[in-house]
T-cell receptor, first 113, second 116 residues
Framework: ETGVTQTPRHLVMGMTNKKSLKCEQH?????MYWYKQSAKKPLELMFV???????ENNSVPSRFSPECPNSSHLFLHLHTLQPEDSALYLC????????????FGSGTRLTVV | AQSVTQLDSQVPVFEEAPVELRCNYS??????LFWYVQYPNQGLQLLLK??????LVESINGFEAEFNKSQTSFHLRKPSVHISDTAEYFC??????????????FGKGTKLTVNP
């Protein structure tokens, strides 16, 4: 257990479904991130939140909708996804200055059918 | 823009052999550099980092990396690997975004396979 908890660990959803991924940290960090990890591609930063405010949206399609109600929780709401969105979605947290490095969760393995 | 290049996508070695995983970065400013390790079906774990000071940094499990500013490299080494070191290794550089926040830019990863 790293201190960053992601649920669910695995998710299979149809293209018309709506689902949400959850990330929770109790490390006292004030920045949280969503990354997408696909086969044969580098890790792609999706969103950055600092002190609950979104500071980066890396041209992510609107079918991915993040939500950060407080510094400890981060959600990724999913709707009308495509099969190419199947990937491992990783959440991470850090202090405002990333010099301490990120702490990652174990990820949610998403399969869109 | 800062970027990270990991020159080898796969590195197979035999147990107890030395290994070097290569990483080069491009940046015009001072950088923080990191190595992360990802075991199967898990997230990424911080292995070691360079922020400032001594250019040689070590992890608790025998890995070390050396920051070389002139060659813009941060190669990861271990003198004798174990089967349990089989994993994917990611090099990363910390950059400041246009929004003023800090983010990590990762290389594509190197899969290290240690064979008996």
């Amino acid at each position: 257990e790293t201190g960053v908890t992601q649920t669910p660990r695995h998710l299979v959803m149809g293209m018309t479904n709506k689902k949400s991924l959850k990330c929770e940290q109790h490390l006292g960090h004030n920045a949280m991130y969503w990354y997408k990890q696909s086969a044969k591609k580098p890790l792609e930063l999706m969103f950055v939140y600092n002190f609950k405010e979104q500071t980066e949206n890396n041209s992510v399609p609107s079918r991915f909708s993040p939500e950060c109600p407080n510094s400890s929780h981060l959600f990724l709401h999913l709707h009308t996804l495509q099969p190419e969105d199947s990937a491992l979605y990783l959440c991470a947290s850090s202090q405002w200055s990333g010099a301490s490095g990120y702490t990652f969760g174990s990820g949610t393995r998403l399969t869109v059918v | 823009a800062q970027s990270v290049t990991q020159l080898d996508s796969q590195v197979p070695v035999f147990e107890e052999a030395p290994v070097e995983l290569r990483c080069n970065y491009s940046s015009s400013v001072s950088v923080y550099l990191f190595w992360y390790v990802q075991y199967p079906n898990q997230g990424l774990q911080l292995l070691l980092k360079y922020l400032s000071g001594s250019t040689l940094v070590e992890s608790i499990n025998g890995f070390e990396a050396e920051f070389n500013k002139s060659q813009t490299s941060f190669h990861l080494r271990k003198p004798s690997v174990h089967i349990s070191d089989t994993a994917e290794y990611f090099c990363a550089v910390s950059v400041i975004t246009q929004g003023g926040s800090e983010k990590l830019v990762f290389g594509k990863g190197t899969k290290l396979t240690v064979n008996p």
